[in-house]
């Protein structure tokens, strides 16, 4: 079992930063794991935002690519999602993802989630 606990969500105005983070535990978490963050807006399908596996290997969304970085702490067993240059269309809530598979993040369909943590960027 992994749980996972996201922080560092709030309020923020557009062009501005914030960074998330995604603190994973659990008997069978390892650094192999592959990990991924996914948000969903009111009245939408949760989507893939960014993901890290096999070591430095990341994906990104084309919405947040130039702006999002996924990074990843392996000795604290933590992922962290800078973003930059906030717009109004990234208000969500962000959830962090693990999986010991690659395709079940590509796929959304990964065997840990968070419980998301809101991030509001007003205009």
């Known amino acids: 079992q992994v749980q996972l606990v996201e922080s560092g969500g709030g309020l923020v105005q557009?062009?501005?930063?914030?960074r998330l983070s995604c603190a994973a535990s659990g008997r069978t978490f390892s650094s192999y794991y592959s990990m991924g963050w996914?948000?969903?807006?009111?009245?939408?399908e949760r989507e893939f935002v960014a993901g890290s596996w096999s070591g430095d290997t990341t994906d990104y969304a084309d919405s947040v690519k130039g702006r999002f970085t996924i990074s990843r702490d392996?000795?604290?067993?933590?992922?962290?999602?800078?973003m930059n240059s906030l717009k109004p269309q990234d208000t969500a809530v962000y959830y962090?993802?693990?999986?010991q598979r690659w395709e079940n993040i590509a796929t959304a369909r990964p065997l840990y989630w968070g419980q998301?943590?809101?991030?509001?960027?007003?205009?």
Do not use: E, H, I, M
């Open 14 to 18: 557009a062009g501005g930063s914030l």
């Open 96 to 99: 962090c993802a693990a999986d």
């Open 38 to 44: 996914f948000r969903q807006a009111p009245g939408k």
């Open 116 to 123: 998301g943590t809101q991030v509001t960027v007003s205009s």
């Open 74 to 82: 392996n000795g604290r067993s933590t992922v962290y999602l800078q």
